[in-house]
């Protein structure tokens, strides 16, 4: 896949740029939620983590279209989404799970998505039900889509908007936090779902779980106060935490960030004690290293 | 606009009018028509009561612009000013009808026709199309109550009170003014 962001060298490109950022930047107010980022991708899966407020939700609602940047230019399959005409142009291709999606809970899953069907322009009724029908099952819906929406329960409803986004098989799709209240099982059903659809498209996805990063996603953007402060792979995330990465019975003051962990020993990141043995480094670890690193 | 498009607002009527309210807009009208009944039965001129029904007419069709799903369906082809109309139309309908009765049952009123309700609706839909998202619609069904609030409370031949008074006195021009306003924000 291709995947560069802002300060970081770009890889070598195997496929087509589906996306392609320079400079966007986003502001509400005196805040600044997306900062000059610049961004490359094509096919495959991209994991933006990143604290709250780091400005991933306005960064993925610029890709959805739904928000327009102040500045910088965007290309979205090829196309400027600054244009009306190339914006539903890319709508068409588009899908997009927004964070916390509420739904209309009178009505079935199967209404639901096939709504949102209709409003995507797709007016064949007999294709539409098929695949509604293929999307509910795809996000393990099936023996519920007939059942209110307001009947199912949040890990459920999760999967009705997903499922909406699914439809159509959009070439690019956006999900803001998808794993959400889903269980262990709905994730790796997720995991399952997304994976087939990067083999044709670009799928970026929001998430604060960085085990769900590591196992979904080629690529891995950090965010934080609405820059992209890393890129690279879940591997090379680890990687950063690569020999500064330790554990102890006491706090250790220089650490640069400590936590207790499960079996009552703690786990620092930063720089290592003479004489320690390094710990073997998760995304965690990286993660938590490349946001106090960019601060 | 493409066929596609035009098809996908045909088909989209009737799950739009699904996923509407009602229960809200049944609710005052229920009352309108008490309210004005009762006013009418008096046999006196009942236009401050029409007057209020009108705003809340008109709020009632501007706060159906509410939609729960707004932030999934926020890029869908279909534009969010198409789904506005569609939602518009669904709920517009019945409040003429309402108005057409509440007028009928008013003697002597100076609001006869459509016109005053539809200028305030439209001026409601003006502000929701160019408000901040998150209290678009609260502040487009607000106008056309405050739009009357304040032309009541406004010293009469005032500057302020003259303007307010349009909506009533040249409610087309209006109209015309805030479908002008509501055009220059179809890509909101």
């Known amino acids: 896949m291709t995947t560069t962001a802002h300060s970081t060298p770009s890889p070598s490109t195997d496929s087509g740029t589906m996306l392609a950022a320079d400079g966007i930047t986003k502001a509400f107010g005196s805040l600044v939620a997306v900062d000059d980022v610049d961004l490359t991708l094509g096919r495959g899966i991209v994991g933006l983590l990143g604290p709250n407020g780091a400005g991933k939700t306005t960064l993925l609602r610029i890709l959805a279209t739904v928000l327009a940047p102040d500045r910088g230019t965007l290309s979205l399959l090829g196309m400027d989404p600054a244009s009306p005409a190339a914006r539903t142009e890319v709508r068409r291709r588009l899908g997009y799970l927004p964070q916390s999606p509420r739904l209309y809970g009178g009505f079935t899953p199967l209404e639901m998505v096939d709504y949102v069907a209709i409003l995507k322009e797709h007016t064949d009724r007999a294709w539409r039900r098929r695949e509604a029908v293929a999307v509910l099952e795809a996000v393990g819906l099936g023996d519920r889509m007939h059942k209110r929406i307001r009947t199912l329960s949040g890990g459920m409803q999760q999967r009705v908007a997903l499922a909406a986004a699914l439809i159509g098989s959009p070439d690019l799709l956006v999900l803001d936090e998808p794993a959400t209240g889903l269980d262990p099982e709905q994730r790796i059903a997720l995991r399952s779902v997304l994976a087939e659809t990067a083999h044709r498209g670009c799928v970026v996805l929001s998430t604060h779980n960085t085990a769900e990063v590591a196992a979904l996603c080629q690529h891995v953007l950090v965010m934080d106060a609405g820059r992209i402060c890393w890129s690279g792979t879940p591997a090379e995330l680890a990687g950063v935490a690569e020999g500064r990465v330790w554990e102890s019975d006491v706090e250790e003051p220089t650490a640069l960030r400590s936590w207790l962990t499960g079996p009552g020993t703690r786990r620092h990141v930063g720089t290592l004690p003479s004489g320690t043995t390094p710990a073997v480094p998760t995304v965690d670890d990286g993660y938590l290293l490349v946001t106090r690193l960019s601060r | ?188």
């Open chain 2, 1 to 188: 606009m493409t066929a596609a498009m035009t098809a996908a607002t045909a088909q989209a009527v009737v799950p739009t009018a699904r996923a509407l309210r009602w229960a809200p807009p049944a609710g005052v009208a229920v009352l309108l028509l008490l309210v004005v009944g009762l006013a009418g039965s008096s046999g006196r001129p009942a236009d401050t009561v029409l007057a209020i029904a009108a705003a809340g007419t008109a709020a009632t069709v501007v706060g159906g612009l509410h939609d729960p799903a707004a932030a999934l369906l926020a890029p869908v082809p279909v534009s969010a000013m198409r789904r506005r109309l569609l939602r518009l139309g669904l709920l517009g309908v019945p409040a003429l009808v309402l108005w057409w009765v509440l007028v009928s049952m008013a003697p002597m009123t100076v609001h006869a026709g459509p016109g005053p309700l539809l200028a305030l609706a439209a001026c409601g839909v003006a502000v929701a199309v160019w408000a901040p998202e998150r209290v678009a619609v609260l502040l487009g069904a607000a106008t056309p109550v405050a739009v009357l609030a304040v032309d009541r409370v406004a010293p009469a031949g005032s500057t302020v009170a003259e303007v307010l008074g349009w909506w009533l006195t040249d409610p087309w021009w209006v109209l015309g003014a805030a479908t002008l306003v509501c055009a220059a924000g179809r890509h909101r």
